[in-house]
């Protein structure tokens, strides 16, 4: 591959972006071994009174709690990739359930396209190319989205100047 391919390949900006999540799993098998306990005790006068149904319903209390950490957990493992090149924009998404999709467009006719609340800021970002809108970053923050839509516009305007050649080695 000659220079110029390959200043034109190089990336000019990559990205994952994965969702946040605070709860290592130590923590979620503390969570639940709390909730599990409470459950217990709280339904020890119950098993004693002769009210025994209202034992399994904080058992059921503490099953759905469970599966809602597991979904979240699986959740978490879904992520979006972002490269920019002066040649091509690649967005990969990998969903935790449908896995990934992937979309590749040109920098040149792509635009950022933000979604701004007065009040709250940033609240969608999407590519747009060609009439089709590609979100992205859906699962940031106000503050997340705005600075990540302030590099990848930066990383688009880039694209746009074309590759700085080094006219000495060329």
Do not use: C
Not at 31 to 47: D, K, N
Not at 136 to 163: C, I, M, N, Q, W
């Amino acid at each position: 591959m000659n220079d110029v391919a390959e200043i034109a390949e190089r990336p000019l900006f990559t990205t994952v972006i994965r969702p946040h999540r605070s709860l290592m799993p130590s923590g979620f098998r503390l969570v639940m071994a709390i909730v599990a306990f409470a459950a217990i005790f709280a339904s020890i006068p119950f098993i004693v009174l002769g009210f025994w149904p209202v034992a399994g319903f904080y058992g059921l209390d503490v099953a759905l709690l469970y599966f809602a950490f597991r979904r979240n957990f699986a959740e978490a493992r879904g992520y979006e990739e972002i490269t920019v090149s002066p040649v091509q924009l690649r967005l990969r998404k990998v969903h935790w359930r449908d896995g990934p999709q992937e979309w590749r467009m040109n920098p040149l006719w792509t635009r950022l396209h933000k979604d701004v609340h007065p009040e709250f800021g940033v609240q969608k970002l999407a590519l747009v190319s060609r009439g089709q809108a590609v979100g992205v970053g859906g699962f940031l923050s106000a503050d997340e989205k705005e600075s990540f839509g302030t590099a990848l516009g930066a990383a688009l305007a880039e694209a746009r100047r074309g590759p700085t050649y080094d006219h000495a080695h060329a």
